[in-house]
């Protein structure tokens, strides 16, 4: 059979996450929940932490970088899927898809580095408390930033050029909802060992780096941890890193189980559920888990609304 070339193809026909007309309906009323949630908890972490000057330190900083890396990040995915859901045709351009998978894995290995970025930020404040202003001074924290973006664009430039440089034949069905790496890999007819291997090489790399970095980073963390004498005071200071930990274990656990694999050991439909952890559920624990269990957030929140109460007060005597 002739083979076509990938410049040929028009477009690509995503498989989304079922093709039960009830279940559509259904998971489309979820994930437009989860988007509307997820926008507007990351909206308010960034206007809060931008309006209350207590909260203009590295730490929180680095969170609203956390959170806008995090709208951009669902934004690749949720609106087509969302779309897809509750249309016939689901199809996608080839440079819609290219577009897709560049901006996703930008975000997506950005916000890795910033969780690593925040690892480090909790070293120096647990541990090198009487340097910590200059480790984190506000120039360092900007160059940190500035390099997750980086990374994440130079994650994205290397897979998303190798990828589609390869020739995609007969079939256009992409079993996933959005356009990542391993589906299209499984979709070409081209021969993927080579991209297989840079994709393994370039995304492992920065897996293994930042998640060493994030597990030394807390092995100094639990190393002072453990000096602190009292219970409560150990407690209190573990409690800071939890929330971080958590997010850290959900990204990191499901990236890893879906782009590490071989690809004899794949399966589409697994995947395709699995990466629902990473594109969707992280984005939504950082305002919940992160924020709003964050008692100087809670203080910010309380403060703007006692802020608004006075000022309608005011008015009304008025």
Not at 63 to 70: A, G, K, R
Not at 251 to 269: D, G, L, N, V
């Amino acid at each position: 059979m002739e083979r076509k070339n990938h410049t040929s193809l028009k477009e690509f026909i995503l498989w989304g996450l079922t093709d039960d007309p009830k279940l559509q309906i259904m998971f489309f009323a979820a994930g437009l929940f989860i988007y509307i949630v997820t926008l507007t908890g990351n909206l308010i972490i960034i206007i809060l932490i931008k309006i209350d000057q207590h909260l203009h330190i590295p730490m929180y900083f680095l969170l609203s970088n956390l959170s806008c890396t995090e709208i951009c990040y669902i934004t690749t995915t949720m609106p087509k899927m969302l779309w897809d859901l509750l249309s016939e045709t689901k199809s996608i351009s080839f440079s819609g898809c290219f577009l897709q998978m560049y901006f996703f894995l930008t975000t997506a290995a950005t916000e890795g580095a910033l969780l690593t970025v925040m690892a480090y930020d909790r070293y120096a404040a647990i541990c090198q408390p009487l340097r910590y202003t200059l480790l984190m001074s506000q120039p360092v924290c900007q160059w940190l930033v500035a390099s997750s973006w980086a990374i994440g664009n130079l994650n994205a430039i290397i897979n998303t050029a190798f990828v589609f440089s390869l020739n995609f034949c007969s079939s256009n069905k992409i079993v996933h909802f959005f356009c990542d790496i391993p589906p299209l890999l499984h979709l070409s007819c081209s021969d993927t060992s080579l991209t297989e291997m840079v994709t393994f090489i370039v995304s492992g790399s920065i897996m293994i780096t930042t998640v060493s970095f994030i597990v030394l980073s807390y092995f100094f963390i639990v190393w002072a941890v453990l000096k602190i004498r009292t219970t409560q005071g150990q407690i209190k200071t573990f409690f800071t890193c939890a929330s971080h930990l958590t997010v850290v274990s959900i990204f990191y656990s499901t990236a890893i189980f879906t782009y590490m694999r071989p690809s004899f050991s794949r399966s589409m439909e697994q995947d395709c559920l699995i990466s629902l952890l990473y594109t969707i559920i992280t984005p939504l624990l950082n305002p919940l888990i992160y924020s709003f269990k964050n008692k100087e957030m809670q203080a910010a929140f309380l403060n703007i609304l006692g802020k608004k109460e006075n000022c309608q007060l005011r008015k009304f005597l008025q």
